[in-house]
């Protein structure tokens, strides 16, 4: 018998006798036959254990023994468990082991999250334990696919991981929205995007990214929202608006594919309809500009099946508007060029319309709303300090991200996703804090 092998494995073993490290998450049987769902971190599959089995193997008293030993056996108890690996068509799994041996490793008592239903607050409690169930394994499998696919693709098309720190001196976007602190006697404030320092990397290194925790100082009142997250962030020069949205689309198409090619497993014990989620890669997204899509709102807003409030011209959009707009086109959806008005100060006019900027947003189907946000950046020095003073912001604090203006400025562009709200559209989940491992205590969302 080969070395422990993972659940996930079994199926190259079939007709092989295995030996397993698992956790015990249910059981059942009576008379001579126990049933034990066992689990392991890659996957859930069932081992039956025959009672006759045990005594022919270990004799009647022993063998009596551990029958009984494992007929008493706890919820989450871990156990070393031997057995040899057999197709069963009648599992979702497709596979089960006939056990011959079990060793207890450690024992559980009172395990608190029992197989029945717990309300969310409950389960947001015991989180640490919570990941142990199949839907949460399932979507920490899907957001470890997606990371994997991300640096996979930043390495096949030429980018460099640019590290930006997490305390910053200043803004990136809204200042109202900083997590303060004291460095040394000095504020600094936990940083809300990596974008500006990838600019600076940008300039010295060609196609960046970063990958890492950021933090909005905003309650999370949606299920959409978190005060802390993890968002990857891309940069890159020589590149106009639309060739960044070429990059992003080819970007969150990689990922896509990337979970249906890695976690295929995790997408199946979540039931997500696969058949959508390959349409998405196989599908052009749309892209439709920020006028255009007032335009189709109100035109569509006394419809029976709309629940969104009317919109003009100059307003932002709500969820309703972004749920609406994505599943009207059925496929992910840029909406470009939105008002300056309610923008980064950083981003770039659109040319002979200074009212509007070279930005975009990626709206997913299904209900899901932004999952990237980008812009091509103002170059110009003089336009973008003006910009500055007119967001209110102190010039002296932004001298270095200035200077990039300043020394051989070059068209750029980039953008920004947020990871957790790419896991919940990807795995079809209805909260964003189950695509988070830890969620703080301040990010917990009430239904």
Same mark, same amino acid.
Request: aromatic share 12%; proline share 4%.
């Given at each position: 018998?080969?070395?422990?092998?993972?659940?996930?494995?079994?199926?190259?073993?079939?007709?092989?006798?295995?030996?397993?490290?698992?956790?015990?998450?249910?059981?059942?049987?009576?008379?001579?036959?126990?049933?034990?769902?066992?689990?392991?971190?890659?996957?859930?599959?069932?081992? !039956?254990?025959?009672?006759?089995?045990?005594?022919?193997?270990?004799?009647?008293?022993?063998?009596?023994?551990? *029958?009984?030993?494992?007929?008493?056996?706890?919820?989450?108890?871990? !156990?070393?468990?031997?057995?040899?690996?057999?197709?069963?068509?009648?599992?979702?799994?497709?596979?089960?082991?006939?056990?011959?041996?079990?060793?207890?490793?450690?024992?559980?008592?009172?395990?608190?999250?029992?197989?029945?239903?717990?309300?969310?607050?409950?389960?947001?409690?015991?989180?640490?334990?919570?990941?142990?169930?199949?839907?949460?394994?399932?979507?920490?499998?899907?957001?470890?696919?997606?990371?994997?696919?991300?640096?996979?693709?930043?390495?096949?098309?030429?980018?460099?991981?640019?590290?930006?720190?997490?305390?910053?001196?200043?803004?990136?976007?809204?200042?109202?929205?900083?997590?303060?602190?004291?460095?040394?006697?000095?504020?600094?404030?936990?940083?809300?995007?990596?974008?500006?320092?990838?600019?600076?990397?940008?300039?010295?290194?060609?196609?960046?990214?970063?990958?890492?925790?950021?933090?909005?100082?905003?309650?999370?009142?949606?299920?959409?929202?978190?005060?802390?997250?993890?968002?990857?962030?891309?940069?890159? +020069? *020589?590149?106009?608006?639309?060739?960044?949205?070429?990059?992003?689309?080819?970007?969150?198409?990689?990922?896509?594919?990337?979970?249906?090619?890695?976690?295929?497993?995790?997408?199946?014990?979540?039931?997500?309809?696969?058949?959508?989620?390959?349409?998405?890669?196989?599908?052009?997204?749309?892209?439709?500009?920020?006028?255009?899509?007032?335009?189709?709102?109100?035109?569509?807003?006394?419809?029976?099946?709309?629940?969104?409030?009317?919109?003009?011209?100059?307003?932002?959009?709500?969820?309703?508007?972004?749920?609406?707009?994505?599943?009207?086109?059925?496929? +992910?959806?840029?909406?470009?060029?939105?008002?300056?008005?309610?923008?980064? *100060?950083?981003?770039?006019?659109?040319?002979?319309?200074?009212?509007?900027?070279?930005?975009?947003?990626?709206?997913? +189907? &299904?209900?899901?709303?932004?999952?990237?946000?980008?812009?091509?950046?103002?170059?110009?020095?003089? !336009?973008?300090?003006?910009?500055?003073?007119?967001?209110?912001?102190?010039?002296?604090?932004?001298?270095?991200?200035?200077?990039?203006?300043?020394?051989?400025?070059?068209?750029?562009?980039?953008?920004?996703?947020?990871?957790?709200?790419?896991?919940?559209?990807?795995?079809?989940? &209805?909260?964003?804090?189950?695509?988070?491992?830890?969620?703080?205590?301040?990010?917990?969302?009430?239904?």
């Amino acid at each position: 018998m080969k070395d422990l092998i993972s659940i996930i494995d079994v199926k190259k073993h079939v007709g092989e006798t295995v030996k397993i490290g698992a956790w015990l998450a249910d059981k059942s049987g009576k008379g001579k036959l126990q049933f034990l769902q066992l689990r392991d971190g890659t996957a859930f599959f069932q081992a !039956v254990v025959f009672k006759p089995n045990m005594i022919e193997k270990f004799g009647e008293e022993a063998g009596t023994a551990k *029958f009984d030993e494992i007929k008493h056996l706890s919820q989450e108890t871990s !156990v070393y468990v031997t057995g040899v690996v057999k197709e069963d068509a009648r599992s979702k799994f497709g596979y089960e082991l006939d056990v011959t041996d079990l060793e207890v490793i450690g024992h559980s008592h009172d395990y608190p999250i029992t197989p029945k239903e717990h309300g969310v607050e409950f389960l947001l409690d015991n989180r640490h334990l919570w990941l142990r169930s199949k839907r949460q394994m399932a979507i920490m499998q899907i957001r470890n696919a997606i990371i994997y696919a991300s640096y996979d693709f930043f390495d096949k098309n030429g980018f460099i991981k640019f590290d930006s720190p997490i305390l910053s001196g200043n803004a990136a976007e809204n200042t109202t929205e900083l997590f303060e602190t004291d460095y040394f006697g000095n504020p600094a404030f936990l940083s809300q995007s990596g974008q500006l320092y990838l600019e600076a990397g940008a300039m010295a290194l060609g196609r960046v990214f970063d990958f890492g925790p950021v933090f909005r100082a905003e309650k999370s009142k949606t299920r959409r929202h978190l005060t802390e997250f993890w968002m990857m962030d891309a940069e890159y +020069p *020589f590149v106009t608006h639309d060739e960044s949205l070429d990059i992003q689309e080819a970007y969150v198409k990689h990922m896509i594919q990337g979970v249906l090619n890695n976690a295929a497993y995790a997408l199946e014990t979540l039931e997500r309809d696969i058949s959508k989620l390959q349409k998405y890669v196989d599908t052009p997204f749309m892209r439709v500009s920020y006028d255009d899509a007032i335009d189709l709102l109100q035109a569509h807003e006394n419809d029976e099946d709309t629940d969104y409030e009317h919109v003009e011209h100059g307003d932002d959009f709500g969820s309703p508007h972004e749920t609406w707009l994505s599943n009207f086109y059925g496929v +992910p959806t840029f909406v470009v060029n939105y008002p300056a008005s309610f923008k980064a *100060f950083y981003m770039r006019p659109v040319p002979g319309n200074p009212e509007r900027v070279l930005c975009a947003d990626l709206l997913a +189907p &299904e209900g899901y709303g932004e999952i990237i946000g980008g812009s091509e950046r103002e170059t110009d020095y003089e !336009v973008l300090l003006q910009k500055i003073v007119d967001f209110g912001l102190d010039p002296k604090d932004y001298e270095w991200y200035l200077e990039l203006r300043k020394f051989g400025s070059v068209p750029h562009a980039g953008f920004g996703l947020g990871l957790e709200r790419m896991v919940t559209f990807v795995a079809g989940t &209805e909260h964003i804090r189950e695509a988070i491992p830890f969620p703080r205590m301040i990010n917990r969302i009430h239904p």
